[in-house]
C-alpha cells in the first residue's frame, strides 16, 4: 500500500526558503502523480503543484515562480523547495498521490499526515 511521510516543514521569516520532503512507497510511477497539497487555517485545500506520469510539472497560479516540486533518481522522495516565502503561504503541507495518464492527473487518492509551514 501507499506510504507518504512528509517532513521539513517549519518557522520561517517571510522572504526565506523552505524544503519540504516526502518519502514514498508503494507508488506505480507511470500511472501516478505525485502532488503537493496546503490547507490554510479556516480555508479549503488546495493544489500547490504535481508531477504527472509522463514527468510534466503543473504549479498553483499563486506560486508564481517561487516553488519547485522534484523527484529524486530513485523516485522514493518528493520535494517542493519554497522560495520567497510570504505569509499567506503558511498552512500544513500534505503530500498527496493519485491516478494519471500522460500528462493529465485524476483526483487524488493517498495523503500523507502533513506539514507544518509558519511564515512569519
Known amino acids: 500500500h501507499v506510504q507518504l511521510v512528509e517532513s521539513g516543514g517549519g518557522s520561517v521569516q517571510a522572504g526565506g526558503s523552505l524544503r519540504l520532503s516526502c518519502a514514498m512507497s508503494?507508488?506505480?510511477?507511470?500511472?501516478?502523480?505525485v502532488k503537493w497539497w496546503r490547507q490554510a487555517p479556516g480555508k479549503e485545500r488546495e493544489g500547490v503543484a504535481h508531477?504527472?506520469?509522463?514527468?510534466?510539472?503543473w504549479y498553483g497560479i499563486f506560486v508564481k515562480g517561487r516553488f519547485s516540486i522534484s523527484l529524486d533518481n530513485a523516485k522514493t522522495t518528493l520535494y517542493l523547495q519554497m522560495n520567497n516565502l510570504k505569509v499567506e503561504d503558511t498552512a500544513t503541507y500534505y503530500c498527496v498521490t493519485g491516478s494519471g495518464s500522460g500528462r493529465y492527473c485524476y483526483g487524488e487518492t493517498d495523503w500523507g499526515q502533513g506539514t507544518q509551514v509558519t511564515v512569519s
Open positions: 508503494g507508488i506505480t510511477f507511470g500511472r501516478s502523480c
Open positions: 508531477i504527472a506520469p509522463d514527468g510534466s510539472t
